[in-house]
Each structure stands twice: as structure tokens, then as C-alpha cells.
């Protein structure tokens, strides 16, 4: 009797060693697929996050703008702002006055200018390390059917070879009048994609037509 309670007891126990063994077994190897899934992934990720750099590619731009009454200038921000471009106003040495830009009066400063050929009014200040950019949106009002004269200033002191250039201007109603045209010959190292043409009365909820704008750019690339 003693004896086969030993050997019983003996069975007992050797069926609860092999069950524990089991259930360590099962707990160490079941966690290791998810686990270890779960640390690739993790290690992935860091590693895309930690390698995430600018691109190289990424043209940087710029955005140039004269604006003599408020309304390219209000195109030229809503543009910055899309394009996430640096802003720069052309500023004249000598501001232009209402009188100056009198339609009706043929003796007016803006009118000589105009009719001028040769005329390249002074710009205020300076465009700092222009070399980085290579897409410049050029901005300006139409007067007389063309650029203000001061735009000329602009495209003789800058080197625009292997550039971009994209312009735009606002009018009352003329259009772009030939001035991408223009700038192609100013500019025959550059690129001059097709312009945009805002009516002046539409500057300031303009958002619209130039994403359109920036959206065709995009897909002529």
C-alpha cells in the first residue's frame, strides 16, 4: 500500500512539472511574434523619422512684386502664402504720387516713363543672396499696355540664367498685354512659364485663381 502511494504520488508530480513546463513555455514564445513585429515597426518608423531631411530638389522661390496702389501686392501675398515663398517689394527711390499716376494727364511722371523706352527708374534696397532662388514670380500693374518701366530696372540688375520665371499682374481690364512675352526677351537665359492676369477689382479674393494657377503650373512640370 505505502509502495503505491509512492509510485502514485510520484506520477502526480511528474504530470505537474510537465504541465508547469508547458505553461513557461507558451508564455515566453507567444508575445514573441507581435513583439517583435511591433520593434521592427518601431525601428522603421524612428528611422524614416530621423532620415527625413529637405529635399535637395525642392526649388526654392521667391516672390517680386511692384505695386503702386495696393492691389499686386495683395496678389503677391495671398501667392507667398501658398507657395511658402519669400516676399520682396520693388520700391522706387522716388515713390510714386496720385499725381504721378494721373491716366489723363499725358505731362505725369508715370506717362513719361511709359514712353520711354530707355527709362529705368531706381529700386530702393536690394534682393540679399539672389542665386538661391530658382522660381521667381515676378508681380506688377499693367500701365499703358505694359510693365511699369521700373520692372525693367528690376530684370537689368538681375542675373535670371537657369531660372523660372512666373509672372503675374493686375489691370482694369487689359490683360497681360504681352508682358510674359517680354520678359522672355529681357530674359532669354530663363524659363518664362504663362502668366496670370487678376482684374484689379478682384486682388484681394484672389486665392482662388491663383491656386488654379499654381495647380496648372504644377501639372505642366
Known amino acids: 500500500m505505502k509502495k503505491l ?13 510537465c504541465g508547469s513546463g508547458n505553461n513557461a513555455g507558451e508564455s515566453s514564445r507567444a508575445p514573441e511574434p507581435e513583439t517583435s513585429m511591433q520593434s521592427t515597426e518601431e525601428q522603421n518608423v524612428i528611422k524614416e523619422e530621423s532620415s527625413e531631411e529637405p529635399s535637395e530638389t525642392e526649388a526654392r522661390a521667391l516672390v517680386v512684386y511692384f505695386s503702386a496702389t495696393g492691389n499686386t501686392k495683395a496678389v503677391a501675398e495671398t501667392l507667398a502664402r501658398l507657395q511658402d515663398a519669400d516676399l520682396y517689394e520693388i520700391v522706387p527711390e522716388q515713390p510714386y504720387t496720385d499725381e504721378d499716376l494721373n491716366y489723363n494727364d499725358r505731362t505725369t511722371r508715370a506717362t513719361a516713363e511709359q514712353n520711354d ?16 532662388y530658382e522660381v521667381v514670380y515676378v508681380g506688377y500693374p499693367i500701365w499703358w499696355g505694359d510693365m511699369p518701366r521700373i520692372l525693367y530696372t528690376f530684370f537689368d540688375t538681375y542675373d535670371f540664367s537657369g531660372k523660372t520665371i512666373a509672372p503675374f499682374c493686375t ?6 498685354s504681352g508682358t510674359p512675352g517680354t520678359i522672355a526677351k529681357l530674359e532669354s537665359g530663363a524659363e518664362v512659364l504663362d502668366g496670370l492676369h487678376i482684374s484689379s477689382s478682384a486682388a484681394d479674393s484672389a ?8 495647380e496648372g503650373i504644377r501639372q505642366a512640370e
Open 5 to 17: 502511494n509512492f509510485i502514485t504520488l510520484a506520477i502526480i508530480f511528474s504530470l505537474a512539472a
Open 207 to 214: 486665392e482662388s485663381s491663383v491656386a488654379e494657377w499654381l
Open 171 to 176: 489691370s482694369g481690364g487689359s490683360g497681360l
Open 117 to 132: 523706352p530707355d527709362a529705368r527708374p531706381a529700386i530702393s534696397g536690394s534682393i540679399t543672396d539672389f542665386e538661391q
